[in-house]
């Protein structure tokens, strides 16, 4: 048996995974069709072992495989060689264990000694570079992006990153908390908190009630629609649409709001807690929620409908920072950005989540292009609603039910691992324990961390101008990459 | 074209008109409520404290490191610690953000931010700022973009964002300054024009935060230079930094 198959959010024993050779692994790996979920280290005493997640979308089910590498081996065969879907995970796994993928084509720092880094230079007439960053123009995270350029236009964008880098997965291990889990990525709170608390749940074996799990559903939901109006706005703003930028960031406070009322936070901090939720949501809040998303739905479909019909919007919409479905498919884009190129990836309904399964999966003829990005996000807020209200609908046949248990101990020698789609795409969040049943090792996987090369890929052929828009378009998240 | 102006009058007026006394909902978590009467000094508050901002006997809760996460609240039976809507939390000195139960709204905002005449006379009520994000997770950059929005409108009083810190007068930090954001941060400090300021903006910034015992920071910064305003929150919301600025650079 070469894998250990499981559901999404499930907790094995550390030992039921398979180890397998590190050559066999490898060539199993290169060979595969399924795409990689996550791919890291863990020290194993004085050796490392190895883990790989891999996703088997059609059947909704986690393939687990591992290798142990003695503490002597300091170099293996690349698996990018063959399969450019680990790129990101290798030049990852180097950095953080010093074990060489020999043989990748390009072992670039992921978060680590950006000031030695020699960026990629191309030479000719009317060729030069442009620098941007780590400080923008605007307030957003640090990040430096180098363009190189003929012209006007762009023939590659290099990606630095690594300015946020706080150390996040080993606070994790030393000092576990929702709090933390909140602050990781902060656009994300209800994603990253809820992905955290589902893996102390299933480490710990602890059942939370059916409520609790309506009203985390009911906030990413909220999440997901808020930021999505947010998102839009903010593209208008980098198109010079002034209009559309203002009505669609008032849009959007009403939903956070909503929110604060809920929980004290307009971002949701403190909703979520490990064994359930700290806030319940009762008739009143139920039918203020509902009228609420009731005006933004109609708000959000007259301004979509103004910005489809003007004529300067499209132009710089269609045609833009094009990514093709093959290309999406190869550097394995996931959420958002994967189904706004053509790839038809939702965890929320790939992993079968109970309360979902019901819901009605509705298509999205993708584009391609910004415009695809701009339409995906409409989509979703107006699915987000209608989920919304569903969801709350339900929450009445529950409303005797507890908000929260008690929290139990982790369970020695464990491996759970769980998936949230949060409005960027799959989060992924992998935790082991010792004999113990302490954490030795948290991994997170931001949906950003399979985009970022997306971005460049998008740049790629297009004026230099249209960089803000289709940035905006991927509105990728530093700190959940740099962690 | 009409339908981008028909969007206007249905949109009508969104911006707060007094933003100095705008109403802020209950659920809010602002300034602590302390009460040593309840306080039995059993001292589990302080240990549940995700960023060790609680202190017993007497009760004191610091601003500077707290998330206003509520998780103390909950926790004690006695009821002895509350959070109140009040939304002004800015102050221009560390230990003013320590709250004690003496502390009530009116209290903290007599004495939080004092009038600094020479602020006056250079900046004439506008200020301009270059916001740096050093390790910020996000969050307080998104409200401080919410703080331009059409309905806080900061612009409107003079107070703004601006793209480069050449421009600035100077400059707002936001996260707990990781070591790779050190330098670049340093460098912002020094491209911007004297006399400038320094703001800080969020638990991270002021104290490290939720991050205080990570090895990945470099807070030097904030013990080699002058901090001119602390603003709290986690994140700080909209109101608390406008009103924070407005009550820096106010004359009297």
Redesign the interface.
Request: hydrophobic letters at 35%.
């Given at each position: 048996m070469n894998y250990y198959t499981i559901k999404n959010n499930q907790r094995i024993n550390l030992l039921d995974i398979p180890t397998l050779e590190l050559d066999a692994l490898r060539a199993r790996l290169a060979a595969s069709n399924l795409r990689p979920l996550s791919f890291f280290g863990c020290d194993w005493g004085e050796n490392v072992k190895l883990f790989v997640a891999l996703a088997d979308d059609e059947k909704g089910e986690i393939l687990l495989t591992s290798s142990l590498i003695n503490k002597n081996i300091k170099e293996y065969e690349s698996i990018t060689k063959d399969n450019p879907q680990y790129h990101m995970f290798e030049r990852e796994f180097y950095e953080q264990f010093n074990i060489e993928p020999k043989g990748h084509p390009w072992l670039k720092p992921v978060?680590?000694n950006?000031d030695d880094y020699k960026f990629f230079e191309m030479e000719g007439e009317a060729t030069h570079q442009v620098a941007v960053g780590?400080?923008h123009?605007?307030?957003?995270?640090?990040g430096h992006f180098r363009f190189m350029c003929q012209g006007e236009k762009v023939y590659n964008l290099e990606i630095m990153l690594?300015?946020?880098?706080?150390?996040c997965e080993?606070?994790m291990v030393?000092?576990p908390?929702?709090?933390?889990a909140e602050?990781?990525?902060?656009?994300s709170?209800i994603a990253y908190n809820m992905a955290y608390s589902q893996i102390m749940e299933e480490l710990s074996d602890t059942k939370i009630s059916t409520k609790a799990k309506l009203i985390r559903r009911i906030a990413l939901e909220m999440e997901r629609c808020a930021i999505h109006i947010?998102d839009m706005g903010a593209i208008l703003g980098d198109i010079a649409?002034l209009?559309?930028k203002?009505?669609y960031?008032?849009t959007r406070?009403l939903v956070i709001?909503t929110m604060?009322?809920?929980?004290?936070?307009?971002?949701g901090?403190?909703l979520i807690t490990f064994g359930g939720v700290?806030f319940d949501i009762d008739k009143e809040m139920s039918d203020k929620i509902i009228s609420v998303l009731d005006g933004v739905k109609k708000?959000v479909n007259?301004?979509t409908?103004?910005v489809f019909?003007?004529a300067t919007v499209m132009s710089r919409f269609e045609k833009t920072g094009t990514v093709s479905r093959e290309t999406a498919q190869e550097l394995n884009l996931v959420g958002l950005m994967g189904r706004a190129c053509g790839l038809e990836l939702d965890s929320r309904f790939d992993f079968c989540d109970e309360f979902y399964k019901d819901f009605e999966r509705k298509p999205f003829k993708a584009t391609n292009d910004a415009y695809s990005r701009f339409r995906i996000r409409y989509k979703e807020t107006i699915d987000s609603i209608s989920y919304i209200k569903k969801l709350l609908n339900k929450l009445e046949n529950y409303k005797d039910e507890e908000i929260k248990v008690e929290a139990k101990n982790l369970i020695p020698n464990s491996f759970a691992l769980s998936i949230v789609e949060g409005w960027r795409g799959e989060l992924v969040h992998i935790a082991t324990t010792d004999e113990t049943g302490k954490l030795t090792r948290y991994k997170i996987k931001d949906p950003s961390f399979n985009n970022w090369y997306g971005l460049s890929m998008a740049v790629r052929g297009n004026g230099i101008s249209d960089f803000p828009l289709c940035n905006k378009g991927f509105d990728l998240?530093?700190?959940g990459f740099?962690l | 074209m009409f339908d981008t102006l028909k969007m206007k009058l249905w949109q009508k007026n969104q911006f707060i008109p007094d933003i100095q006394n705008a109403p802020m909902r209950t659920a809010f978590r602002g300034l602590p409520k302390l009460d040593n009467s309840k306080c039995n000094n059993c001292g589990e508050c302080a240990k549940i404290c995700p960023t060790g901002a609680l202190n017993v006997n007497p009760l004191s809760i610091d601003l500077g490191k707290c998330t206003l996460c509520g998780k103390c609240k909950r926790f004690c039976e006695n009821h002895a610690i509350d959070f109140t809507n009040y939304y002004k939390l800015g102050a221009d000195k560390r230990e003013k953000l320590i709250i004690t139960e003496e502390m009530t709204p009116e209290e903290y905002n007599k004495k939080a931010i004092e009038i600094r005449k020479e602020i006056y006379s250079i900046f004439n009520r506008s200020i301009k700022f270059r916001q740096v994000s050093a390790g910020g997770c996000n969050g307080c950059e998104m409200e401080l973009n919410a703080a331009g929005n059409a309905n806080f409108d900061m612009g409107r009083f003079g107070i703004d964002f601006v793209a480069s810190a050449r421009h600035a007068d100077g400059i707002v930090v936001t996260g707990p300054i990781s070591k790779n954001m050190a330098y670049a941060l340093e460098d912002c400090y020094k491209s911007c024009p004297d006399p400038k300021v320094v703001v800080l903006c969020g638990a991270c910034a002021i104290s490290g935060g939720i991050f205080q015992n990570s090895q990945e920071l470099n807070r030097e910064f904030i013990d080699k230079y002058k901090i001119d305003l602390y603003i709290p929150g986690c994140p700080t919301h909209p109101l608390t930094f406008i009103n924070a600025v407005l009550d820096f650079i106010r004359k009297k």
């Amino acid at each position: 048996m070469n894998y250990y198959t499981i559901k999404n959010n499930q907790r094995i024993n550390l030992l039921d995974i398979p180890t397998l050779e590190l050559d066999a692994l490898r060539a199993r790996l290169a060979a595969s069709n399924l795409r990689p979920l996550s791919f890291f280290g863990c020290d194993w005493g004085e050796n490392v072992k190895l883990f790989v997640a891999l996703a088997d979308d059609e059947k909704g089910e986690i393939l687990l495989t591992s290798s142990l590498i003695n503490k002597n081996i300091k170099e293996y065969e690349s698996i990018t060689k063959d399969n450019p879907q680990y790129h990101m995970f290798e030049r990852e796994f180097y950095e953080q264990f010093n074990i060489e993928p020999k043989g990748h084509p390009w072992l670039k720092p992921v978060r680590k000694n950006q000031d030695d880094y020699k960026f990629f230079e191309m030479e000719g007439e009317a060729t030069h570079q442009v620098a941007v960053g780590p400080i923008h123009a605007g307030v957003i995270e640090p990040g430096h992006f180098r363009f190189m350029c003929q012209g006007e236009k762009v023939y590659n964008l290099e990606i630095m990153l690594g300015y946020q880098h706080r150390g996040c997965e080993d606070l994790m291990v030393k000092n576990p908390s929702n709090q933390l889990a909140e602050s990781i990525c902060g656009d994300s709170v209800i994603a990253y908190n809820m992905a955290y608390s589902q893996i102390m749940e299933e480490l710990s074996d602890t059942k939370i009630s059916t409520k609790a799990k309506l009203i985390r559903r009911i906030a990413l939901e909220m999440e997901r629609c808020a930021i999505h109006i947010g998102d839009m706005g903010a593209i208008l703003g980098d198109i010079a649409y002034l209009m559309g930028k203002e009505v669609y960031a008032v849009t959007r406070t009403l939903v956070i709001n909503t929110m604060l009322e809920i929980s004290g936070s307009r971002f949701g901090r403190g909703l979520i807690t490990f064994g359930g939720v700290n806030f319940d949501i009762d008739k009143e809040m139920s039918d203020k929620i509902i009228s609420v998303l009731d005006g933004v739905k109609k708000t959000v479909n007259k301004m979509t409908k103004a910005v489809f019909k003007s004529a300067t919007v499209m132009s710089r919409f269609e045609k833009t920072g094009t990514v093709s479905r093959e290309t999406a498919q190869e550097l394995n884009l996931v959420g958002l950005m994967g189904r706004a190129c053509g790839l038809e990836l939702d965890s929320r309904f790939d992993f079968c989540d109970e309360f979902y399964k019901d819901f009605e999966r509705k298509p999205f003829k993708a584009t391609n292009d910004a415009y695809s990005r701009f339409r995906i996000r409409y989509k979703e807020t107006i699915d987000s609603i209608s989920y919304i209200k569903k969801l709350l609908n339900k929450l009445e046949n529950y409303k005797d039910e507890e908000i929260k248990v008690e929290a139990k101990n982790l369970i020695p020698n464990s491996f759970a691992l769980s998936i949230v789609e949060g409005w960027r795409g799959e989060l992924v969040h992998i935790a082991t324990t010792d004999e113990t049943g302490k954490l030795t090792r948290y991994k997170i996987k931001d949906p950003s961390f399979n985009n970022w090369y997306g971005l460049s890929m998008a740049v790629r052929g297009n004026g230099i101008s249209d960089f803000p828009l289709c940035n905006k378009g991927f509105d990728l998240s530093y700190c959940g990459f740099d962690l | 074209m009409f339908d981008t102006l028909k969007m206007k009058l249905w949109q009508k007026n969104q911006f707060i008109p007094d933003i100095q006394n705008a109403p802020m909902r209950t659920a809010f978590r602002g300034l602590p409520k302390l009460d040593n009467s309840k306080c039995n000094n059993c001292g589990e508050c302080a240990k549940i404290c995700p960023t060790g901002a609680l202190n017993v006997n007497p009760l004191s809760i610091d601003l500077g490191k707290c998330t206003l996460c509520g998780k103390c609240k909950r926790f004690c039976e006695n009821h002895a610690i509350d959070f109140t809507n009040y939304y002004k939390l800015g102050a221009d000195k560390r230990e003013k953000l320590i709250i004690t139960e003496e502390m009530t709204p009116e209290e903290y905002n007599k004495k939080a931010i004092e009038i600094r005449k020479e602020i006056y006379s250079i900046f004439n009520r506008s200020i301009k700022f270059r916001q740096v994000s050093a390790g910020g997770c996000n969050g307080c950059e998104m409200e401080l973009n919410a703080a331009g929005n059409a309905n806080f409108d900061m612009g409107r009083f003079g107070i703004d964002f601006v793209a480069s810190a050449r421009h600035a007068d100077g400059i707002v930090v936001t996260g707990p300054i990781s070591k790779n954001m050190a330098y670049a941060l340093e460098d912002c400090y020094k491209s911007c024009p004297d006399p400038k300021v320094v703001v800080l903006c969020g638990a991270c910034a002021i104290s490290g935060g939720i991050f205080q015992n990570s090895q990945e920071l470099n807070r030097e910064f904030i013990d080699k230079y002058k901090i001119d305003l602390y603003i709290p929150g986690c994140p700080t919301h909209p109101l608390t930094f406008i009103n924070a600025v407005l009550d820096f650079i106010r004359k009297k």
